[in-house]
């Protein structure tokens, strides 16, 4: 499988990785507009000959690729992704979708008018301990759900894009784990409210902690609290997770997954085994879905319900009051 890759410094470094791992993609070319980004990750990865085009219509123009991986900064999702769809080639696109809910579907309009396949990266999906918590939420025998607890806190110091961004913990971040409760709940928030905060401490310009109910179509409950400048004891990426469930809870903490039956010891549940995991899984995805017409997950019309989320609870935040879904 042929690919081109936009954007290769910061994330997009997990893509070149995970490409040059594979058995089944390589790259024809790659784009990048920062010239000492592109110099320096040539060397890096031994890639010197692999052509570098400043866009990514320049690369269309003078290479033929089965896909584009999309790593540019959110706010340059829209233009890439259209550009790569409007030429028929399939986009795989890190998350979010687009920066905006009409700049997203404006994507997912592209993507239906021509037919060419998008996905995005949520690949904390496909991470065994969440894989694991999926598996024991559907075999551990604890009932029907009722309410979850998710908690998030980690102090990252990005620099860049992140620390200038409003609201960078939902917008950038937060996005994983409303996926993930798509995932695990397997139906949609019909509404939600939400408060975000930034403590006199946070090296972020935006309201980089927040505390969010979202109530689901099937009746469950779900509360996340979050921060992104926490200055201790922090969570895993994948964040701590609670299930109330009508026979026990399900939880998984610090990326151990555990059952407990009403009256019962908990029960540390066995690890998932899984072939590949996060970029390497998505990849493999991508190239059976490009090549041999299997139906993707992760696709631009299922992920603009999760990306709603995250517009959903920023007009929470600003209006202070309850948001009914959005139907997008």
């Known amino acids: 499988m042929k690919l081109i890759q936009v954007g290769i410094g910061g994330m997009g470094n997990a ?7 594979s058995p089944v ?6 784009v990048e507009v920062n ?10 990865y031994n890639l010197n000959g692999i052509p570098v085009f400043p866009s990514l219509d320049e690369a269309l123009r003078s290479v033929r690729a089965d896909g ?4 540019t900064p959110p706010q340059f999702h829209k233009a890439v992704s259209i550009t790569a769809l409007e030429a028929g080639v399939p986009v ?3 998350k979010p979708l687009a920066d905006t809910r009409q700049a997203a579907l404006d994507i997912v309009a592209a993507a239906d ?3 060419v396949l998008h996905m995005v990266t949520q690949n904390y999906r496909y991470k065994p301990p969440i894989q694991t918590l999926k598996q024991a939420l559907r075999d551990g025998g604890m009932g029907e759900i009722g309410a979850v607890h998710v908690e998030f806190f980690k102090g990252p110091h990005f620099g860049g894009f992140r620390e200038e961004m409003p609201y960078p913990l939902i917008i950038d971040m937060s996005i994983h784990h409303f996926d993930l409760m798509r995932f695990f709940l397997e139906s949609d928030p019909v509404q939600l409210y939400g408060r975000s905060w930034n403590p006199p401490w946070s090296w972020f310009k935006g309201d980089a902690s927040a505390a969010v109910v979202l109530d689901f179509a099937n009746g469950v409950t779900v509360s996340y609290d979050g921060s992104w400048c926490s200055q201790g004891r922090e969570t895993t990426w994948n964040a701590n997770w609670r299930f109330e469930c009508a026979h026990g809870v399900v939880a998984m903490v610090d990326d151990r997954v555990y059952t407990q039956g009403t009256g019962q010891e908990p029960t540390l549940v066995e690890p998932v085994v899984m072939e590949r995991t996060d970029q390497a899984y998505l990849l493999h995805e991508f190239y059976e879905a490009v090549t041999q017409g299997k139906p993707a997950v992760t696709t631009c019309q299922d992920n603009i319900k999760s990306l709603g989320i995250v517009f959903d609870v920023v007009e929470s935040f600003e209006r202070g009051a309850v948001v009914r879904s ?3």
């Open 113 to 115: 008018r021509t037919g």
């Open 326 to 328: 959005a139907a997008i």
């Open 15 to 21: 893509w070149l990785r995970a490409v040059l791992q």
């Open 25 to 30: 993609a390589k790259f024809v070319a790659l």
């Open 35 to 44: 010239e000492g980004i592109a110099a320096e990750q040539l060397q890096k």
């Open 68 to 71: 584009v991986i999309n790593v």
């Open 92 to 94: 795989l696109s890190e």
